[in-house]
């Protein structure tokens, strides 16, 4: 069945299944991190005429990155958690918005 024939339903499903494939092919943020942590420690380890300033260059920037990533899903995770979890506080933050539109000019 070609994709333009299916319903969003199936369409979204279908993509789901796809995107779960290809999670597990990938190795997860910690790993990578963590092999990223122990290249750079290996470099760093050697004496200094033998040490390659380029490589540990990269390998900073590639670990900068992963953290960036790692913060970023972590982000999502708490938003998502606080979407469907909510806030004790709601009604709390509800009416100091109420009162704070009132006093606006």
């Known amino acids: 069945m070609k ?6 339903h199936q369409k979204t ?5 796809d995107l779960k494939k ?3 092919t990938k190795p997860s943020l910690s790993k990578q991190l963590g092999d990223i942590e ?3 420690l290996h470099q760093q380890a050697q004496p200094p005429h033998q040490q390659d300033f380029d490589i540990q260059k990269q390998l900073a920037t590639q670990h900068i990155e992963l953290l960036t990533k790692s913060e970023e899903y972590h ?5 998502k958690n606080w979407a469907m979890l909510g806030d004790r506080n709601t009604a709390f933050f509800h009416q100091s918005i109420i009162k704070r539109k009132g006093k606006i000019p």
């Open 13 to 17: 499903k279908y993509l789901a299944a």
């Open 3 to 8: 994709s333009s024939n299916r319903t969003f």
């Open 22 to 24: 290809w999670r597990k």
């Open 75 to 79: 982000l999502q995770r708490a938003k």
């Open 38 to 40: 122990s290249l750079l």
